[in-house]
T-cell receptor, first 117, second 110 residues
Framework: GAVVSQHPSWVICKSGTSVKIECRSLDFQATTMFWYRQFPKQSLMLMATSNEGSKATYEQGVEKDKFLINHASLTLSTLTVTSAHPEDSSFYIC?????????????FGEGSWLTVV | GQQLNQSPQSMFIQEGEDVSMNCTSSSIFNTWLWYKQDPGEGPVLLIALYKAGELTSNGRLTAQFGITRKDSFLNISASIPSDVGIYFCAGQSPGNQFYFGTGTSLTVIP
């Protein structure tokens, strides 16, 4: 199947600093990518939909100024957690939508663990 | 975003037993996708379904797109310890929105 890669896999940062997580579709072009947050033993929580060349669409309750999303190319979306605080520590996952002959499929990245100390 | 009704929420089974889980929606979908997520990793696509009534297998896994287009099920036959994990369904609406199930946590007892 298609491959979506996230980087870094894990990151530790100091409170107040910003952290950038990259999501790349390695073998297909993705006009739409998605960013999720997942707490232990819980389902994926959609944060925002990233659209290539336009502004991201954020889910209700997600601060767009804190979680900056940029989708500058068809293969790369980035999530920047600005002024990170310990409560932002979480597992962040991206996914990319691939358009196929039969329909759309979503492929997920490996996830990125963020720890804010 | 909206979440699909997925059941059961968790399952504890003996190795070798078959497993069945399903997702239901109040509205129709054009696509159903099933994923497995291991702890600390991203979900991995297991099976994709694009047509009502479609039945697709992937090894010991079989999934079906419900004829009403409002449900889908996933079966795992002869479970083994490595089947342990969380299984998610996802459905795409006619408006191209994707919605996810709440997940089924599977534990296989050797």
């Amino acid at each position: 199947g298609a491959v979506v890669s996230q980087h870094p896999s894990w990151v530790i940062c100091k409170s107040g600093t910003s952290v950038k997580i990259e999501c790349r579709s390695l073998d297909f072009q993705a006009t739409t990518m998605f960013w999720y947050r997942q707490f232990p033993k819980q389902s994926l929580m959609l944060m925002a939909t990233s659209n290539e060349g336009s502004k991201a669409t954020y889910e209700q309750g997600v601060e767009k100024d804190k979680f900056l999303i940029n989708h500058a190319s068809l293969t790369l979306s980035t999530l920047t957690v600005t002024s990170a605080h310990p409560e932002d520590s979480s597992f962040y996952i991206c996914s990319a939508r691939q358009a196929g002959a039969r329909g759309n499929t979503i492929y997920f990245g490996e996830g990125s663990w963020l720890t804010v100390v | 975003g909206q979440q699909l009704n997925q059941s059961p929420q968790s399952m504890f089974i003996q190795e070798g037993e078959d497993v069945s889980m399903n997702c239901t929606s109040s509205s129709i979908f054009n696509t159903w996708l099933w994923y497995k997520q291991d702890p600390g990793e991203g979900p991995v696509l297991l099976i994709a379904l694009y047509k009502a009534g479609e039945l697709t297998s992937n090894g010991r896994l079989t999934a079906q797109f419900g004829i009403t287009r409002k449900d889908s099920f996933l079966n795992i036959s002869a479970s083994i310890p490595s089947d342990v994990g969380i299984y998610f369904c996802a459905g795409q609406s006619p408006g191209n929105q994707f919605y996810f199930g709440t997940g089924t946590s599977l534990t296989v007892i050797p």
